[in-house]
């Protein structure tokens, strides 16, 4: 029997060894098939896009400083300007405010990591800081296109409904409109950011743009990311819903406004929605060629262009628009700077 038992022991052994061989080599050749053979996890992401010319990236950093320092501060000054200036306490300058101050965060989630990386030798992003950059990004963008909705609705109002402009548009209703915009944005965009974050990255850390964007991250995961399609679908209903909002609230706008007996009050009604309506073409334009084509893929050249006109050329004009053309607001700053001119006065004088 102890011989018989001796007999079957090592080819029990030599059964379980093998199975174990089996498991072990199976696994390896998946993790081989998923990963490319590259077992190295991924913890940051290098930006691929921008010039390793140090001359030619200290070029681009001044111009996007200067770009970035205008954003800034002609949104700031239109925001100040509209909460100091009492004239300008209505709904639409209310929604122009907010828009300005979301402005300030959107390009601040992408500019200052673009400029660090246009004279840095490391063009690297941590995964950590790629996720709160594409969540916060997508979340302001996402708050800005409800914005711009609830300011179509305010012109929709105004020039539709005139005699019941005042009751409608409450400051109340104002407010629970840019609040909810606010909601709708930060948490459309939660879902997607969580489940990014499951995924595993092992292979390549090159992205392909010059911020982290879902398509771009997705496409260095490796496993499946088939969910991609839904993401996408995702963006392209938030985007189509926006635009049907605006555009018939302003074919509404437009038949209302051919309707007016005076050229005078047809010229103002047209000057008064123009800036929102170029802003709008601008920003969703932009938005609808890089995200309503359900992850196809362009040039770099391309997808890096389109991405400088929402992220950067948008936010450059939006100062531009709403406060260089637009007679209120001139007006408003020339009244502020007079009190300023006004106050300092009366302090030298005392101080004398």
């Not at 059964?15 to 993790?31: C, D, E, G, I, K």
């Not at 800081?129 to 105004?158: K, N, P, W």
């Not at 260095?220 to 555009?247: N, Y």
């Amino acid at each position: 029997v102890k011989q018989n038992r001796n007999k079957l022991f090592p080819v029990c052994d030599r059964h379980a060894s093998f199975r174990s061989f089996s498991v072990s080599f199976l696994r390896w050749q998946m993790t081989e098939l998923v990963t490319g053979g590259n077992l190295t996890t991924v913890t940051e992401f290098l930006f691929s896009v921008f010039p390793h010319l140090p001359e030619g990236g200290v070029l681009f950093f001044v111009l996007l400083l200067l770009t970035y320092g205008f954003i800034v501060t002609g949104n700031l000054m239109i925001f100040i300007v509209v909460r100091l200036d009492r004239a300008l306490h209505t709904p639409m300058y209310f929604f122009i405010s907010v828009l300005s101050f979301l402005e300030i965060w959107y390009t601040t989630t992408t500019i200052p990591k673009m400029l660090s990386s246009l004279i840095s030798e490391h063009k690297t992003i941590s995964v950590a800081g790629c996720l709160l950059q594409m969540y916060f990004f997508h979340s302001l963008g996402i708050t800005e296109g409800c914005v711009l909705t609830a300011m179509a609705i305010d012109r929709y109002v105004a020039i539709c409904r005139p005699l019941r402009y005042a009751t409608i548009m409450t400051p109340r209703l104002c407010t629970q409109l840019a609040a909810g915009s606010c909601v709708c944005g930060f948490l459309l965009v939660l879902p997607e950011i969580v489940w990014i974050a499951t995924l595993p990255f092992c292979g390549s850390n090159q992205i392909r743009q010059i911020f982290c964007d879902f398509t771009p991250v997705l496409s260095l995961a490796c496993t499946d990311t088939s969910l991609a399609v839904i993401v996408d679908a995702i963006h392209a209903g938030e985007i189509v819903a926006s635009f049907l909002a605006i555009a018939l609230s302003y074919i509404r706008i437009i038949v209302a406004i051919l309707g007016m007996p005076s050229a005078e009050g047809r010229r103002k009604a047209f000057s008064t929605c123009a800036a929102h309506l170029a802003v709008f073409l601008l920003f969703f334009g932009s938005v609808a060629v890089m995200y309503l084509r359900f992850s196809a893929t362009y040039s770099v050249f391309w997808d890096t262009a389109i991405a400088i006109t929402f992220v950067i050329l948008a936010p450059f004009l939006n100062p531009i628009i709403y406060s260089l053309r637009n007679k209120d607001m001139k007006d408003a700053l020339g009244r502020l700077f007079c009190r300023r001119r006004r106050a300092s006065g009366v302090g030298d004088r005392s101080r004398g």
